[in-house]
């Protein structure tokens, strides 16, 4: 999986768009437009806690969908835990639905990748058969902006 910037900025909220592909034997099988971070935090140290900031620059370890405990940021309490596979200060990173997309002032997500919410169910279908069909290997997503 790779997570990158699109270069395309969303109208409304005014955050970078981003795109999301999972690859199988090295061949693009999927995509979906995604978004990290909130207005105002992209130029944020990635690897301070707390700060809204994207999600740092790095290689991570997948999981598989589980529940998002709750957070009412995380859509339909859906959630991929994402583990670096570096030393950074962040915890809890992780890619869901972004409730926040519709709302002008705070797109975005608090430093996970954000699926946008009108694909959002069919693209979390695809990445909880892809995270299933990957059972007997690790599934590594690469962030690179």
Known sequence: ?????????DPETKNPLGMLVLYDEGKPVASMPATSGRPGTQSLSRNISGNEAPTPLGKYIVGKVGT????????NNQFI???PEFSTNRT????HGDTNRNKKSDGGTS?????????FTKNMAKLEEFTKNADHKKIRLYVDY
């Open 68 to 75: 998002g405990d709750g957070n009412p940021e995380i859509l």
């Open 92 to 95: 809890a990173l992780g890619i």
């Open 1 to 9: 999986m790779r997570f990158y910037k699109t270069g395309e900025i």
């Open 81 to 83: 835990p994402i583990t």
């Open 111 to 119: 430093g996970c990748i954000g699926l946008l919410k009108q694909d």
